[in-house]
């Protein structure tokens, strides 16, 4: 049985990742430090006897008994308005968090993953972004610390790949939504679902026309285990994500569908160093990992919509 250690456990993506571990069998140590997981996501896993949980910030050293077979880093705030709260913690996640959880791994022989972001490509030069494409990032900007957090360690990563010979697999996630999103964490479908069922005008920021691309949870986590159990060395980075690309005024657009809300769409100047684009070519994962998303934004939406009426306890 693969024993797997989930950092960042609790969190809207490590949370969605226990389940899938624990439901192909392994054991789990879910390890957070809870200053934007919630113990809340993982409640319904406590009493199985597979599923361990510590409260840890792996910034700091980390000891484990017996075997791991994985070692998964997910630990790090992961929205403007946390690593804005938490810039340095943010940076101690990507830095500290990585070596300490990669010296683990070595340690235990352990296969490693690190969840990147596609923010390690900044405000893109190129479009679609491709895994060959270095990026465009402000090195001391306002979202610096969680880009360069990303890009510290996935070279750490490979560092220990090349030195040490370990086993890696380095995933860039591009947006990624659905239930367990925290009210209030300051992304863009967090905050029009929020604003739409309390009936407040929707925050579009700048003119609308950016784009993202939007990936449900599911489809993601997927994606995540089948590149996590892949035989070989294949180390990444590959792209996670949803190609099909959208402007954020649509999107605004399409959660006022979903909630049937009558609330107006207002509009506010655009952040320093907001992607203009956003767009993953998958071309790598059809291929090696013979994956891509299946969920459709509108179905995913009306998903979403039902976990905030019950965070927001509007309705049935």
């Known amino acids: 049985m693969a024993t797997v250690l989930v950092a960042g456990g609790a969190g809207f993506l490590g949370s969605h990742m226990c389940d899938r571990l624990i439901s192909e069998g392994c054991r789990v140590i879910c390890v957070d430090s809870l200053i934007t997981g919630r113990r809340e996501n993982v409640s319904h896993l406590l009493d199985d006897e597979r599923f ?116 890696i697999r380095i995933a860039r996630i591009f947006n990624t ?65 949803n190609p099909d690309e959208v402007c954020i005024l649509d999107v605004a657009r399409e959660v006022l569908r979903a909630t049937n809300s009558g609330s107006r769409i207002e509009f506010h100047p655009l952040p320093l160093d907001d992607p203009r684009t956003r767009q993953p070519d998958i071309g790598k994962a059809k291929q090696l990992l013979g994956w891509g998303p299946r969920i459709d934004r509108q179905q995913g939406l009306l998903k979403t919509v039902d976990w905030f009426k019950q965070m927001l306890e509007i309705g049935p």
């Open 52 to 167: 361990t949980f510590l409260t840890h910030d792996v910034a700091e050293p980390l000891q484990v008994e017996g075997q791991l077979t994985h070692v998964l880093h997910f630990a790090s705030p992961a929205s403007p308005n946390d690593y804005a709260r938490y810039p340095i913690e943010t940076m101690k996640a990507g830095a500290f968090g990585t070596y300490n959880l990669l010296e683990l791994a070595r340690e235990k022989r352990a296969v490693f993953l690190v969840a990147s972001t596609s923010e390690v490509y900044g405000d893109p030069e190129i479009h679609p972004q491709t895994e060959e494409y270095w990026g465009h990032v402000n090195p001391v900007g306002l979202r610096s610390v969680y880009d360069e957090a990303k890009r510290y360690a996935e070279a750490l990563t490979m560092a220990y790949h090349r030195k040490h010979r370990l086993t």
């Open 177 to 241: 939504y659905g239930p367990r999103m925290r009210i209030g964490d300051g992304r863009a479908l967090p905050t029009f679902i929020t604003q739409a069922l309390q009936a407040k005008p929707l925050s579009v920021y700048g003119n609308g026309t950016q784009t993202r691309s939007f990936c449900y949870v599911d489809d993601m986590i997927e994606g995540l285990y089948r590149f996590l159990v892949r035989e070989g060395r294949e180390t990444g980075p590959v792209n996670l994500g």
